[in-house]
């Protein structure tokens, strides 16, 4: 019995070095976002998201000029989403627009000497001015967005709404601790200096008054600056470091209003929005104790690259056209070949490529489908142009609508850019559709291709073609015989020595099976299977 602990202790020391190779080594995620934001960043970010599950840090490289804000919302709530510390290394040109709204998402801030953070007023490329119901509901959402970041990771609220809101002026006074406490003050417009009054009796012409004035101005700099004698000299700031706007009530001025908020890398560090500074990924690192783990890199991947190309405005118009136009060729042609698949595939991409981006989703493509569904139905089993067909164009245009944008109606500045994008898809589409009807109807019945899917031989009474008299049409109904291809519905029969192009009500008949003609119209037969009477025994 002595011997027992003494071999369980031996087995576990045996099994140690095992555990310790089979435990995870720990490492930390890096992904660089250093391209404007569009709707590719979202899928690498939520992508680097997952990779990051069990890390010991994710890293965003931030380096970018901005971009898409709906997208960066979604950056965001991904990054918001990851179970470990989030790290912003701002380099390069720094983290502007809707990269500091993706800076303020992330625990902590690190940035370059050099760069700059801010500057996030949402704007319409392209648009104009926005109304000014959309301009305030739009910076209403986003300053709510840059508290409710701020509050999670412990950056102060005020210097991100100061980044969206230009008539947003920030005041910043020391505690005891000697922690920077900020003031919010909302005006209309940025104060404007009154103008200075003039001295009774000068008599001064404008130029005159300009030399004055000049002259003045360097007396004040130099003698203003100059310390009283026996007072010391107050000490200048550190070179690089922010120069404070100091208020005539001892508090520092931040922003202006009439400003947007862009901080330099120092002026970051003093107000406590960054953590750090740091000239390489590999000091920032350092600055945050992660430099000796392993690094797992996230890098665009080529669909990626690919999914944002085709779903550019000139690129969706284009796929947009051939896909609809292939499809209505061949449904007038009531056939399906080349050109149907390549219309399908063409709207495949198109639909697909908007789907894996995250801007349309499954019930948008299910509404195209319907669409192209009843729309073929009414063109070649009803054509009379009646409700179906009207049902199935609504469908899919409300299925592309919708796969174009991401919300019905639009309600903020990035919604109302993602509808210009869509309108530009559709007016490519329709210019290029416009264009294509006008070849198709000039030039393409004078092409050798039309006549491979077209048939132009017509059977015209002067050339001797006739059709059969009501009484030869009565004499054949009641002739029987026997199906030598498959009818569905419509095929060959075999009439005596005669081959009849024969029709049945709609039912399938297979070859072989015995027909009868049960009815006639011109040189069009309707048959129906014959019913073969069973024997008796």
């Not at 010391?232 to 009530?249: C, K, N, S, V």
């Not at 000039?442 to 001797?464: A, C, D, E, M, N």
């Amino acid at each position: 019995m002595t011997r027992m602990p003494v071999l369980i202790l031996a087995a576990l020391l045996a099994a140690l070095p095992a555990a310790v190779q089979a435990a995870p080594q720990p490492y930390v995620v890096v992904c660089a976002l250093d391209w404007p934001v569009d709707d590719a960043m979202p899928v690498v970010v939520a992508r680097a998201v997952r990779e990051a599950q069990g890390a010991a840090a994710l890293v965003f490289i931030i380096d970018t000029p901005g971009g898409r804000v709906d997208c960066a919302i979604d950056i965001t709530n991904s990054i918001m989403s990851a179970k470990c510390p989030t790290i912003a290394y701002v380099k390069g040109m720094g983290a502007i627009s809707a990269g500091a709204l993706i800076s303020y998402s992330c625990k902590r801030i690190v940035m370059a000497p050099g760069t700059n953070i801010g500057a996030s007023a949402p704007v319409m490329m392209g648009m104009g001015q926005m109304p000014p119901d959309v301009d305030e509901k739009t910076k209403s959402f986003l300053r709510s967005r840059y508290r409710a970041l701020g509050e999670v990771n412990g950056h102060d609220p005020l210097l991100g709404e100061a980044m969206v809101d230009s008539r947003i002026e920030v005041h910043a006074r020391k505690d005891a601790q000697g922690k920077y406490v900020f003031e919010k003050f909302v005006k209309e417009e940025a104060p404007r200096p009154l103008p200075a009054a003039e001295p009774p009796g000068t008599g001064l012409d404008p130029a005159e008054r300009a030399l004055s004035d000049a002259v003045e101005k360097v007396v004040r700099e130099v003698v203003g600056n100059r310390p009283p004698e026996g007072v010391p000299a107050a000490p200048q700031p550190e070179e690089g470091t922010a120069q404070p706007r100091i208020l005539a009530d001892g508090s520092e001025l931040v922003c202006a209003a009439g400003e947007l908020l862009t901080l330099t890398s120092n002026e970051a560090v003093q107000y406590g929005l960054a953590s750090a500074k740091a000239a390489t990924l590999d000091e920032a690192l350092a600055a945050q104790g992660f430099d000796l783990l392993t690094r797992r890199v996230i890098e665009r991947r080529w669909p990626e690259l690919l999914f944002s190309w085709l779903t550019s405005p000139l690129i969706s118009g284009l796929l947009l056209l051939v896909g609809i136009a292939c499809i209505y060729i061949e449904i007038k042609t009531q056939s399906f070949g080349v050109i149907g698949i390549v219309g399908i595939a063409c709207l495949a991409v198109l639909l697909g490529s908007y789907l894996m981006i995250g801007v349309a989703d499954w019930l948008d493509l299910i509404l195209v489908a319907i669409g192209l569904i009843l729309v073929a139905v009414e063109i070649v089993y009803l054509p009379s142009h009646g409700a179906l067909g009207v049902i199935g164009g609504l469908c899919l245009m409300a299925g592309i609508y919708f796969s174009l944008t991401r919300v019905p109606i639009p309600q903020y500045a990035w919604d109302y850019e993602r509808l210009a994008a869509a309108g530009q898809t559709v007016a490519i589409a329709v210019s290029l559709f416009l264009l294509f009807a006008v070849a198709t109807w000039r030039l393409f019945p004078k092409t050798p291709f039309y006549g491979w899917i077209v048939l132009t031989h017509s059977q015209q009474r002067q050339q001797g073609y006739t059709v059969q008299s009501e009484e030869q049409g009565r004499a054949a109904v009641g002739r029987q015989g026997v199906a030598t291809s498959m009818l569905r519905p419509a095929g060959k029969g075999r009439f005596n020595d005669v081959t009849f192009d024969v029709v049945t009500r709609g039912e399938f008949i297979e070859p072989g099976r015995p027909i009868e003609i049960i009815e006639a119209d011109g040189n069009r037969y309707v048959v129906s299977e014959q019913r073969v009477p069973e024997k008796q025994a």
